[in-house]
């Protein structure tokens, strides 16, 4: 059988899906229980590709139910909750009893029957897509499992105030209204215009009781050059702790300490919660009250990250970050801080904004001595403590203030004028070499340095 040819698009960043003849058995089942081999194969041609993937963007909404709507949106969250304990249920027994995994076209097709037993008619009541993604979640989790990134997979818990399904196709997005399957209409908080077609759908409870969908779309990036990189549209930037980061324009952002600030608030409702007797209805409410606070903190800082993270890569052609060992900082007394100021995030969305505009983007090694390195004359003093925080050139006696050193500051200027080689930077928006020795040219001077 033959596979598709895929279209002429760009390279990107999620790329390696394996492409050869379409299996006998895969995971696709009809919603009648027959499985055929030609929409096995227009399933199989649909996701495949060679060396491209498109990018993905989410738009996430507040959506305002209905109690009717609220009701129906719970019973599709406890169909797929059902729908995943099953599988694992069903690949545990079959382990345990012939040493051997059903596969998960079996269970596909065992879903399908399932529906029609006594006693499980309701799930007919649920979209049928819905329930299949249920089995690909618990796919997910033992590939997760197997490849080592997470534990065991464990069974959903109906009581668990995080609920959530999926739904790949069919949702509709009209006039600030969000169509589901089987449920209809719904009402959607929309900021903003989703103008490609939708490829996925998650609608998901918080804690605190909202529900939110999650709409996926696919867009192709534009095929152009990397842009040349010059030190006038070239910016490096310091991130910390006591200050948020400090580039080398000189510019200073203070750190917010969004959970610091609502620390307070958090204890006290977390105090009341504590004071409510287990399973009465003014617990439920103190539980409410205490993730409205969490939730609080988590919009804050979600909030300012978007738009720091935009207005670094709007204003630049070239960032330089950075690398902090954040997972090991993260078991210190500087956990608290660390966890606050939520740097991996800031790092994350400034790499993939940096992909969709065209931005070279690098990280910085970071053992790279660059708070030993005058950015005048290029010295290194080894002996230099960590406490020394203002301290004098012995070659040129330029005084020189380590404070929010933005990435080097005067180092990499350095090393630029030297021509040290580029080792030490990381690229992560797909330079070629040729640009990567470009970015040599890059000299970032410290606006701090006191002459």
């Not at 498109?54 to 019973?75: C, G, H, N, S, W």
């Not at 668990?160 to 959607?188: C, M, T």
């Not at 902090?324 to 904004?353: C, P, W």
């Not at 004098?392 to 180092?411: E, F, M, R, S």
Request: aromatic content about 10%.
């Amino acid at each position: 059988m033959t596979l598709r040819q895929p279209d002429n698009r760009i390279p990107g960043p999620r790329r390696n899906m394996i492409v050869g003849d379409v299996p006998k058995e895969s995971y696709f089942a009809s919603t009648t229980g027959a499985i055929s081999e030609q929409p096995i194969a227009k399933y199989i041609n649909s996701q495949a590709t060679i060396d491209w993937m498109p990018e993905r963007k989410v738009y996430r909404f507040r959506i305002d139910p209905t109690a009717k709507q609220e009701a129906a949106l719970a019973r599709y969250a406890g169909a797929r909750r059902f729908v995943f304990n099953w599988a694992l249920q069903r690949r545990k027994e079959t382990y345990q009893q012939t040493d051997k995994s059903i596969s998960w076209s079996e269970l596909s097709v065992e879903l399908t029957g399932l529906k029609s037993k006594p006693g499980f008619e309701w799930l007919k009541e649920s979209d049928s897509q819905l329930l299949q993604q249920a089995i690909a979640d618990c796919k997910k989790a033992f590939d997760n499992f197997f490849q080592k990134r997470a534990g065991f997979p464990k069974f959903k818990k109906k009581h668990n105030a995080h609920q959530s399904f999926r739904i790949p196709q069919r949702v509709k997005l009209e006039d600030g209204r969000v169509y589901i399957p089987k449920i209809g209409w719904i009402a959607v908080r929309q900021s903003q215009a989703v103008d490609r077609p939708l490829k996925s759908a998650t609608f998901k409870r918080e804690v605190a009781g909202k529900w939110y969908v999650s709409l996926v779309v696919e867009f192709d990036l534009p095929d152009q050059p990397m842009p040349a990189i010059e030190t006038e549209t070239a910016v490096g930037i310091d991130v910390g702790f006591d200050r948020f980061a400090t580039d080398s324009d000189g510019g200073v952002i203070e750190n917010p300490r969004f959970f610091r600030k609502a620390e307070r608030k958090i204890k006290r409702a977390s105090r009341r919660l504590s004071r409510c007797e287990k399973g009465s209805a003014n617990r439920a409410k103190a539980r409410r009250a205490l993730a409205r606070e969490y939730e609080k903190v988590a919009n804050r800082r979600a909030d300012f990250a978007h738009k720091f993270s935009t207005s670094v890569v709007r204003g630049k052609n070239t960032i330089a970050c950075e690398t902090l060992n954040l997972k090991g900082m993260s078991r210190t007394k500087l956990a608290k801080s660390v966890q606050d100021a939520a740097h991996r995030e800031i790092f994350r969305q400034i790499e993939y904004k940096a992909i969709w505009r065209n931005r070279n983007f690098v990280f910085i090694d970071r053992w790279y001595p660059s708070s030993q390195l005058c950015s005048s004359c290029g010295y290194r003093h080894q002996e230099l403590a960590l406490s020394d925080r203002i301290w004098k050139c012995p070659a040129c006696a330029i005084t020189l203030t380590n404070h929010y050193d933005p990435i080097g500051a005067g180092a990499n200027g350095q090393r630029v004028r030297r021509g040290d080689s580029m080792k030490d930077a990381t690229p992560t928006s797909g330079q070629s070499p040729e640009g990567m020795q470009m970015f040599l040219a890059l000299e970032v001077e410290m606006k701090g340095s006191i002459k």
